[in-house]
């Protein structure tokens, strides 16, 4: 991927080597009787004062320390210098001394800032390949030195040196990398745009986590920055943006294996608020749990003069959280809320490419999808684009078909189904409903077929809702068919790989799963259905494969009809004449085109 010209900096002491190369210097140098009597305490002063006191400034403690060489020979310093430095380079980190390889043969410019003694830094620097290196530069006279040192790479000092450096070899601080484990350098790290986090003291690690900077805290977590990420953004407001999500990592991980430098992160943007804290509570209560009210946060926020100006107080403040932690080279929106950032995103890293896939399939769509700060929007049918340059103006578009996990498909499923049946204590003989909600809504339903003689058993999703789970419970004690509650289940394909039928409310997600796997549908009608869920229902329905219900007696026709053998038969075999297309090569060749220019076709 084409770049801007980069910057990586390094800090030395307990981040690219894993000891205070001072400290070591002073040992070695009271060892051989270097330094006088009366001066011999200094070094040690300085390191209590930073131990009983760790935010006292360590560029003075560093001064108060090098004041011991007052009087010391500049040629015996130097040849100290030499006896010791096969066991000072032996402390290089190689974790860190991997990532100084990383940035050189990425092209990016290096330097080493440090508080320890220039020649010190240099003898380091030589190691690992870095021209560029300043530390504390120790004054001298006759020959001797002075006790005198000029801190030039500490604290605030060490922040103007970086900004001075930038501005000399033309790199802006937000292209800047800067590798340290203290909070001395607090400055500096707030201001380049890719703070690295390293081997942090503790200090430094509780502001990290605070700013959600990432953090290199052992050799295993420092393999992963040698590579770039490719962050695709997801929210949990329903199943088929997740899948959409790992649909799009299951196949470029495929891809990308053969050590291109990339890895793939799925970040949902619930763990990591987009929202600011007041409006996240808000948001997740009328999501997950009354549609009808998200539609009007939704058409609130988006059609009116005063949402328009709430957005970006809502959403924006998080944004930069997101970059921070995961510092992306390119970033795929799979969810509406996510693609309506697409321009404080840009903002943040404009040269970071930001490709929308729309997981919203047929028919209408969010307008949200055609943010025009997107560099692409992939829609997964020629409507949905119509709409979007429509609406919103959208030019950079592809069309394609709808993007689904691979491993949706029975072929993929590693479990075979007696043991799915066991572990549940099915009957392998009787047909199998799976309602994928427990809410007030649907318990008419499960009420129904509870109190019914049909030949079925009866899985029903409730989520986190423990008190749904607690009534289907109840049911389930007084009916005389078998009902299983469940708590939660990510990988629902499982469960709609041994059911016949599922009851829901028509996701896009769930229903390209059930296709795949062959599982009638029922449409929950009864329930608030999201405009783009209502394109979603018409089309599973127009193709055969879905029933509308909108009460109980109709689903029990639908059940009872389908519990005589002929029926269920004639029904499933359908799916035999039905190809889901799959638009993921597709979308996976626009990244590859983004990341390299290359063709998988």
Known sequence: MKKNKQLAIFDLDHCL???????????????????DTELQFLPFQSKLIHHLSPG????????????????????????????????????????????????????????????????LVKMIAEEVGV???????????AGKFTGVASHITGGKAKLLYAIRHCDKI????????????????????????????????????????AQKWPIIDSPESAVSFEKEVVLILTASTGGGHTATA??????????????????????????????????????????????????????FLNETEEGQDLVPQVFAPRVEKIMRMHDPALIISVHSMVS???GEFKRLAPKVPFIT????????????????????????????????????????????????????????????KETLYDSMQLKEN???????????????????????????????????????????????????IKIVPIMWAEDIQYLLHISDFVLTKPGPGLCQQALSLKTGILVNESRSILPQEKEVAEHVKQLGFAFAVKQPKEMMVVLRRMAQGKQLAEFKAKFDHYQQQNGIDDFCQIVLDRLYGLSIK
């Open 17 to 35: 080597v894993d000891i205070d190369l001072s400290s070591k210097l002073f040992k070695e140098l009271i060892k051989h009787r270097k330094i």
């Open 246 to 299: 790992k649909a799009i990592k299951y196949a470029l991980s495929d891809l990308l294996s053969d050590g291109k430098g990339y890895r793939i992160v799925i970040q949902n943007t619930d763990d990591v608020s987009i929202m600011s804290a007041a409006w996240s509570k808000l948001y997740n209560y009328l999501s997950q749990n009354h549609p009808a009210l998200y539609v009007f946060w939704h058409d």
């Open 56 to 119: 006292h400034p360590l560029p003075e403690l560093f001064l108060v320390g090098y004041r011991c060489l007052k009087g010391v020979s500049v040629e015996d310093f130097n040849r100290l210098c030499d006896a010791i430095k096969k066991p000072l380079l032996s402390r290089i980190r190689k974790e860190i001394k991997q990532l100084v390889s990383f940035h050189q043969d990425r092209g990016d410019q290096l330097l080493i800032l440090s508080c320890s003694a220039e020649p």
């Open 131 to 141: 021209e560029a290196y300043a530390g504390l530069r120790l004054y001298e006279t």
């Open 357 to 416: 896939a729309v997981s919203d399939w047929f028919g209408h769509c969010l307008k949200e999808w055609g943010n025009t700060a997107a560099d692409l929007v992939y829609c997964p049918s020629q409507i949905n684009a119509d709409y979007l340059i429509k609406k919103m103006g959208t030019e950079n578009i592809e069309v394609g078909y709808p993007i689904y996990h691979p491993k949706f498909l029975a072929e993929n499923i590693n479990v075979p």
């Open 170 to 209: 033309g790199i802006d601080p937000k292209d800047t990398y800067f590798y340290t484990d203290a909070i001395d350098d607090l400055a500096l790290l707030s201001v380049v745009g890719h703070p690295r986090v390293t081997y942090p003291d503790d200090l430094l690690k509780q502001e990290a986590e």
């Open 340 to 342: 309506a950032l697409a």
């Open 430 to 480: 009787l047909l199998t409903l799976l309602v994928a909600s427990a809410s007030e809504n649907d318990m008419a339903f499960i009420k129904a077929i509870a109190t019914s003689a049909l030949p079925y058993q009866v899985l029903v999703l409730c989520h986190n809702n423990r008190s749904s789970f607690e009534e289907v419970q109840r049911i389930a004690i007084s009916s005389s």
